[in-house]
């Protein structure tokens, strides 16, 4: 298949944050006392999750995470500085915040989150990142909605470099003319299935996908689980890209390793086409790990997912 070689730097904008993970059968019914395997702790937050997928594939990354000043943010620039991403964004007064992932035995998981300094944007603090021309843009829907995400907002809006935007579970928090103010750019919008059911509508999501992509002008990437993912551009029909098998130890992370995945594969110079598999291989693999830090690096993705086929 093609090489990987990674050349374009990504830009990774959102939060790093605790994670303390559990293992339990179900989820408790409230006043229900229930034990749970212990996992362990580590640190996540979507752009976290996105930027260790990119570092293990020796992809450079531009950090636009912030850190903070307690237990959590020492953890979180130790983690770093072993990725080897130099720290941009600092918040003096505040820690980062952390989160419970419940993960149940069918391998759905539920989040519980304490925020932190990773929350907080500012004009002042984004001018600290200032992304090459060449640049890639990630964001996570999580850091966009109301009036706490409008400076990132605006900055994403002042960059005309290409993005991944992932909508995430709070999309309906994200001001409604935001996404509107996207069409017609260089953007990609990344969604799992209930989220292509909140924006695009009811129905095949392909289909609807597809519809939402041609009114607007943006291409979407809708990622379905088992059934794999959908490329959905403004000006043709749907793609598919067909998931990997994998033994589910639990999602936790899945959809923030298609995104590592996905960037990975434009930072190679691959066509849409190639990284979305790529996506698809990166995610699978983190499926059958537990938590969202076993990201593979290349000599363990390949053993794992060889192709032959080439992605350019």
């Not at 938590?291 to 086929?309: E, I, K, N, S």
Request: proline share 6%; hydrophobic share 45%.
């Amino acid at each position: 298949m093609t090489s990987f070689h990674a050349t374009r730097p990504v830009v990774v904008i959102g939060a790093a944050v605790g994670d303390i993970v559990l293992g339990l059968a179900r989820l408790p019914h409230s006043g229900e006392d229930l034990e749970a395997e212990d996992r362990g702790s580590q640190i996540g937050g979507c752009a976290f999750n996105v930027a260790r997928a990119l570092r293990r594939l020796e992809v450079p990354v531009i950090n636009g995470m912030t850190v903070g000043n307690g237990v959590w943010g020492q953890r979180v620039e130790e983690t770093m500085q072993a990725l080897d991403m130099t720290v941009l964004l600092r918040h003096r007064h505040m820690d980062n915040g952390w989160c419970l992932a419940l993960a149940e035995q069918n391998g759905e998981r539920t989040f519980i989150s304490v925020p932190g300094c990773e929350g907080i944007w500012s004009d002042e603090l984004l001018a600290n990142v200032v992304p090459p021309a060449n640049a890639l843009i990630y964001a996570s829907g999580y850091e966009l909605v109301g009036e706490a995400g409008a400076p990132l907002r605006r900055w994403l809006l002042a960059h005309p470099q290409q993005k991944l935007i992932d909508l995430g579970p709070r999309l309906a928090d994200i001001p409604a003319d935001f996404i509107p103010t996207l069409q017609g750019s260089d953007t990609l919008l990344t969604l799992n299935r209930d989220e292509t059911r909140y924006l695009c509508g009811a129905g095949e999501p392909a289909a609807q996908a597809a519809r939402y992509a041609a009114q607007w002008g943006l291409t979407l990437i809708c990622h379905l689980d088992q059934e794999g993912a959908w490329i959905c551009p403004p000006d043709g029909a749907p793609r598919h890209l067909a998931a990997y098998p994998a033994t589910v130890a639990d999602t936790i992370g899945a959809g923030d390793a298609h995104c590592g995945g996905l960037l990975a594969g434009l930072s190679a110079g691959w066509m849409l086409d190639g990284a979305v598999d790529l996506a698809n291989r990166v995610a699978a693999f983190v499926v059958e790990n537990t938590g969202a830090a076993g990201a593979p690096d290349w000599v363990q993705l390949q053993r794992r997912f060889p192709v032959t086929h080439s992605a350019s």
